[in-house]
């Protein structure tokens, strides 16, 4: 299994629209600023990384992606999770949630 190296996504806003989004009223503070590309996963509810449906190994993660605000909120402030096969070009992702 291939191993990404981990980054920090930031939210960065590229419309009027979007940076006048009202945040989250009572989530705890690191909650919207959590996506990453790479690393390991911070899964919420434990460890599931998926496996391949073709070649059955354990899949690559590649990146995680936070709820952004009370309206787009993924389940209870969790994120989805992106998982691929660079050999089968095979992609699952996941929700996690508190
Ligand atoms: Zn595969």
Do not use: H
């Not at 006048?20 to 989530?27: C, I, Q, R």
């Not at 790479?38 to 391949?52: A, L, S, T, W, Y």
């Not at 787009?72 to 660079?86: E, K, L, N, P, S």
């Amino acid at each position: 299994m291939k191993k990404i190296p981990p980054f920090k996504l930031e939210k960065i806003p590229l419309s009027v629209e979007s940076k006048n989004l009202p945040g989250f009223k009572w989530a705890d503070e690191n909650i919207g600023s959590r996506n990453k590309l790479g690393g390991e996963p911070d899964f919420i509810q434990g460890e599931d990384v998926p496996i391949c449906e073709d070649c059955k190994k354990r899949m690559t993660f590649y990146a995680q992606l936070d709820s952004i605000n009370d309206e787009y909120c993924i389940a209870d402030c969790g994120m989805i999770y992106v998982f691929m096969c660079f050999e089968c070009n095979n992609v699952k992702s996941i929700i996690q949630s508190n």
